[in-house]
């Protein structure tokens, strides 16, 4: 017939989903294709951060694209400069980050977490276990394990300015990244949150806790300033004021001048002296308005003009210069004015005021110093000290988590044991849990607690000893009912974490089992890769013996 003549003659594309996307498409299916390649990625990332993990872990140099040196064992600055692109793995990636912006610390927990939960389900699959079974293993696991941190919680933080009790529960976070300084970074984080807290201290801001980097001296050298701190210098001769009543202009402190562009017509030597002379006393009644209203010291948004400069100096007034707009506002905010958009004489609600403004230096560094009483600043600046820059960016990222975990504590401040005592305890107890299920997702409850298992391995590795040798002790002891008997890194042996003051915040091992649980569940669920053609022009032409213009 024609209707058959017509199907002969058109093109019929062969069968399958790959026919469906376009040229460059590449599309995977399949147990070993899709899954078992995502669970092997996600492995590989666990192993890099793995070695990172704990008070003795060590160090990744990682150089971006910007070629800027990194030498850092904080999970989440590594994952961010290396630049993840396999899909699998960005989910990991993503956990972690979500974990900087929930808790600020715990981002190297996610990832091995994590990749000891893919791995125990590799081993699952492997053996016949549907992907189904291992879900509801893992969820269910996961729920456990929550119902019991709350009851292994040692201590809680009653009183949230006792200098002491918060000191020994930033103890272990900056231990992790300085593990050399942690009694004194803690103490020196602790005193600087405490100065600065409000009266609720839920509304404790962590960007208010500001950072001054100086290479020089060592890590100890750091201090605490009561007030802001910053790297440069004042406009004129004055360099230091006492009981400073300060005005803030966000424009330039220059001579005033008309709004639209004229022409001035001078004829004589006596016009141009007179027009002089008139330019002066306007900058001199200008300066005069502000000495007689009590200002002793001003902050320009901009160039502050050589005139205006004399004047300052005659009538005895510091001036300071500031180019951003974020550098003013935290001016304002430590000092409680407002900034004047003209130069005008400032009523007595838009003066600040502050106890001592000074220049001093640093190791060679100019820096002018806006203090105030302890207990009155609502911004405290930490000046970092060490010998090479690299040290002082770690000894940063160490100071930032330790903040983040104090505004943690604001909000639950329960505390479990450390050193690795909370992590084998909750295996033992889901083991025996395990053991309750009837299904065969009581094997991925097993293997959730042999990822637990892994944490303080980890740990034991990274610092020289044997890890199963470290956590067979550690199992014992907790099978005999000691609850608190964590990993003694210098030793090599077992400890008790609560005598030693080896404490973790509950919210952090919480917000951390939460999110590398819903990072590997969601890897599970993945059955098929799709990946587009990926957009793009023409690549440009090679130039090989072009020169540089």
């Known amino acids: 017939t024609v209707f058959s003549y017509i199907l002969m003659a058109l093109h019929v594309p062969s069968s399958g989903f790959s026919t469906l996307l376009k040229d460059g498409a590449r599309h995977f299916s399949g147990t070993d294709e899709s899954l078992l390649r995502n669970i092997e990625a996600c492995k590989d990332l666990s192993d890099l951060i793995r070695t990172s993990y704990g008070p003795i872990g060590m160090n990744k140099m990682v150089v971006n694209h910007l070629e800027k040196l990194f030498v850092t064992k904080d999970a989440a600055t590594i994952v961010d400069e290396v630049e993840i692109q396999h899909p699998a793995a960005k989910l990991m990636v993503i956990a972690a980050q979500q974990m900087e912006k929930e808790v600020g610390d715990g981002t190297n927990m996610v990832l091995v977490l994590a990749g000891g939960l893919l791995e125990g389900a590799e081993e699952l699959i492997r053996a016949g276990l549907s992907s189904t079974d291992i879900l509801e293993g893992y969820d269910k696991a996961c729920k456990r394990v929550i119902e019991l941190l709350g009851n292994l919680s040692v201590f809680t933080i009653e009183n949230i300015r006792d200098k002491e009790v918060v000191s020994r529960a930033l103890r272990s976070s900056i231990a992790s990244k300085q593990f050399a300084h942690q009694d004194f970074l803690s103490s020196l984080t602790a005193d600087c949150c405490i100065s600065i807290l409000p009266e609720n201290p839920k509304n404790f801001d962590v960007d208010c806790v500001r950072i001054v980097k100086i290479a020089g001296a060592g890590v100890r050298d ?29 424009c330039p402190f220059e001579a005033p001048g008309t709004e639209t562009k004229g022409t001035v017509l001078i004829r004589t030597a006596d016009e141009l002296s007179g027009y002089s002379e008139g330019e002066e006393n306007s900058v001199e009644r200008m300066v005069l308005a502000l000495s007689e209203a009590g200002v002793n010291a001003i902050i320009s ?141 009581q094997y991925a409850v097993k293997k959730y607690a042999e990822a637990l298992e892994s944490l303080p391995r980890a740990i034991a590795e990274n610092a020289g000893y044997k890890g199963p040798d470290i956590l067979s002790k550690l199992l014992v002891a907790h099978q005999k009912g000691q609850a608190n008997q964590g990993i003694d890194v210098m030793t090599g042996g077992i400890v008790d974490a609560l005598s030693e003051k080896i404490l973790d915040l509950l919210i952090t091992k919480e917000w951390a089992i939460k999110l590398a649980t819903q990072a590997a569940v969601t890897v599970l669920r993945v059955d098929q890769i799709i990946l587009a053609k990926t957009a793009g022009g023409p690549k440009p032409p090679d130039k090989k013996n072009w020169d540089e213009d």
Not at 317 to 336: G, N, T, Y
Not at 408 to 435: F, N, Q, W
Request: hydrophobic share 40%; charged share 25%.
């Open 222 to 250: 750091s201090f605490l300033v009561n007030g802001i701190m910053f790297k440069r210098g004042v406009e004129g001769d004055v360099t230091a004021v006492d009981n400073a009543k300060i005005v803030v202009y966000s």
């Open 301 to 441: 948004g901009g160039k502050v003009g050589d005139m205006c400069l004399h004047y300052l100096n005659k009538y005895n007034i510091m001036a300071i210069r500031f180019v951003s707009k974020f550098d003013i506002r935290r001016i304002c905010s430590i000092v409680s004015c407002s900034a004047l958009p003209r130069i005008v004489p400032p009523t007595a609600k838009e003066c600040g005021s502050c106890k001592r403004i000074y220049i001093d230096e640093i190791s060679a560094t100019q820096v002018v110093v806006f203090e105030q009483n302890p207990g009155d600043s609502k911004i405290a600046t930490l000046v970092l000290r060490g010998a090479t820059d690299n040290l002082i960016d770690e000894v940063e990222r160490g100071i930032h988590d330790t903040v983040n975990c104090f505004k943690a504590i604001t909000r639950d401040g329960r505390l479990l044991p450390g050193a690795g005592a909370t992590e084998v305890e909750l295996a033992k107890k889901l083991t025996s849990y395990a053991d309750t299920c009837p299904g065969l997702d």
